[in-house]
């Protein structure tokens, strides 16, 4: 399937760094206390990990009922209309709710070494810039100002199709998805899909394990994988299977804005 981009008619919004960690400033408690040597070696080794508890239960159920409030939001969309499954999310607008804001800028400090490691192992020229709003003015100077964190909503027989979250030029390598919802309890199925597709080899897929509050960080497209011959790209989408029962939020964390 081809990459999921936004169809779109919004005004670009002027981005509003306020709600972001300040350029310098230290990161968080929660953001310090991942392991990010662990963090490192799954995304090198499958192009995913995932930071178990990254939002308390509080914090997920005040994202969840954001969704049915109109003014955090720049835009809504319904999946089927498009061919991208079933299900609806919706994307913040800017400023962003100050609790994703500074989630996104804190992220984005520690994953932005790792993006430019990636880089370099795959032979791409791009690095990225240390703080969070000097890479958000690169994207707004591309005219990539729509933001993208969302809140996404699926129920029952909804599902998202495979997809690669590109939205112009500028790409961060990595992305976040925290899970809202506690599976067995307020859902089921709807389980985190991610494929791998190897040079001259089947697709490999992994189906992540999630609990309500954690969080999955992987590969936006693409990822370098180690062969007998050095560094190769291998191109990763991610989905949601169907939900069978319930009813399923998602905050999905993109770093780069959309055109």
Known sequence: MTAQTEISSDPQPPHTPSTEVPPGEASPPRIAAIDWASVQAGLDTQGWAVVPGLLDPAECDSLSALYDRPGPFRKQVVMQRHGYGRGEYRYFAYPLPPSIGELRAALYAELAPIADRWHARMGLGTRFPADHPTFIDRCHTAGQSRPTPLLLRYGPGDYNCLHQDLYGEHVLPLQIACL???????????????????????????????????????????????????DHRVTM????????????????????DAA
């Not at 954690?214 to 050095?230: K, S, T």
């Not at 939900?243 to 399923?248: D, V």
């Open 180 to 230: 809202l919802d506690a599976p067995g309890e307020d859902f089921t199925g709807g389980e985190f899909v991610l494929t791998e597709q190897r040079p001259r080899m089947q697709s490999r897929v992994s189906v992540v394990p999630l609990a309500k509050g954690d969080a999955v960080i992987f590969a936006v497209a693409l990822r370098p994988q180690r062969g007998v011959r050095g």
């Open 237 to 256: 989408r991610h989905g949601v299977s169907p939900l069978l029962s319930g009813r399923r939020h998602t905050l999905g964390i993109i770093f780069h």
